[in-house]
């Protein structure tokens, strides 16, 4: 009965999180991860108590920061990953990595340096896409430019994770990882070459029915990739997000309403029902007595998000928008350094297998907490209303 109840509180909080924003957002607008962060904390075993830590409860969280993965990759674009602003978000991310675990290995020799060097390389891909979608900025240059920042913020830290963190070797870790590689290039083969006619038929005669072909085959998708992952030893987000880009190239050529009606129940099923509940759940497992007896770790929390806008802040101004004036590049910065995905994923890693004590844990999720509440909200204040939004076919860049 407490796991019920527990689950019926997180419940309540998923409801509770959109009514705050909503709330506030005449105000400040706050993004609801935030609010569903903090609800975990009040109300998790940290404060109030009336959530606890249970089995299905985290379960359910895994399966939340999964989809979550999933819906990062069906949002990414081919420009992200070449041409001009391609080259440049990996170059800033290498920069990045490089400088993160070289601070890393200053404050924690060893894999924990690994971890907090991974963790300072992320950018929160998919805790920005709502973002860029509710403000009307996906399809602008500086839209595109932070979708490519956080396309690789998010892949190349899961690279990074399944290399140094999964426990072999480097060498057997990357042959692993080759592996995984060539049976993804298989499923990628297939959804390019699967007769989308038919598949698309067969969606769009089930959209409305009890069939929901799509919801299941996405489901069916993602389970298999993240269960590769899994069996092969590998962090299982690879897959989820691998799972992603197989279901966008499945369905690249449908109808466009086609495509907008799954996409909406595929998000109604993310945002409605699983991310919450991991969030929400990251808030009851933080650990706020750990920061708050120390207040050396509470003082490194500020010194952490600023460590995360110098490491990954920085070096993202690369990909800014050709011509970008200096108030867009600094806007594009703030959204580079903004990750909380990767860093909770990474540090649990850490935690789970002994490598990362769990205060320094909070430290990095607590930055990585106020990197989601300031950051984006500086930056799209930065943009403002003003901003050349009708561009909305972003300039092509593979020349330069």
Request: proline share 4%; glycine share 10%; charged share 15%.
């Amino acid at each position: 009965m407490d796991h019920v109840a527990s689950l019926l509180v997180i419940s309540l909080l998923a409801v509770l999180a959109p009514l705050l924003a909503r709330g506030t957002g005449r105000v400040l607008r706050v993004p609801i991860v935030v609010f569903e962060l903090v609800l975990g904390i009040v109300f998790g075993p940290s404060v109030l108590g009336w959530v606890q830590e249970s089995e299905f409860a985290n379960a359910l969280s895994e399966f939340g920061l999964a989809m979550l993965f999933f819906v990062a990759g069906t949002e990414i674009q081919a420009s992200a990953l070449h041409g001009r602003r391609g080259r440049r978000a990996w170059f800033g991310w290498f920069v990045s990595i490089a400088t993160g675990i070289a601070i890393g290995f200053v404050l924690v020799p060893g894999e924990a340096g690994v971890i907090i060097g991974v963790a300072l390389a992320s950018t929160a891909l998919g805790t920005l896409l709502p973002i860029l979608r509710d403000a009307g900025e996906l399809r602008t240059p500086f839209g595109q430019s932070v979708s490519a920042l956080g396309t690789v913020g998010e892949f190349g830290p899961l690279i990074a994770i399944s290399v140094f963190l999964g426990g072999r070797d480097p060498g057997g870790a990357t042959i692993v990882l080759v592996l995984f590689a060539l049976i993804a290039g298989v499923a990628v083969w297939w959804a390019m070459r699967v007769p989308q006619g038919r598949l698309h038929a067969f969606v769009n005669s089930t959209l409305h029915t009890s069939g929901q072909f799509a919801v299941r085959a996405v489901l069916l998708i993602l389970v298999a990739l993240v269960t590769l992952s899994i069996a092969l030893d590998i962090d299982m987000l690879l897959g989820a997000f691998t799972a992603g880009i197989v279901w966008r190239l499945l369905m690249r050529e449908a109808k466009e309403v086609d495509r907008e009606a799954v996409e909406s129940k595929i998000e109604a099923v993310a945002f409605g029902f699983l991310v919450p509940i991991f969030f929400i759940y990251t808030g009851v497992t933080f650990d706020l007595e750990a920061l708050l007896e120390n207040p050396h770790l509470l003082a490194l929390v500020p010194a952490a998000l600023i460590a995360l806008f110098l490491v990954r802040g920085l070096p993202s101004a690369l990909a800014a928008p050709p011509g970008a004036d200096l108030r867009d590049r600094f806007a594009v910065m703030l959204m580079g350094a903004t990750g909380l995905p990767i860093i909770v994923a990474v540090t649990a890693i850490g935690v789970d297998e002994g490598l990362l004590a769990s205060g320094m844990a909070s430290v990095l999720v607590g930055a990585g907490m106020l990197s989601v509440l300031l950051f984006p909200l500086i930056a799209m204040a930065l943009r403002g209303d003003s901003v050349t939004r009708d561009e909305l076919v972003p300039v092509e860049d593979d020349a330069a």
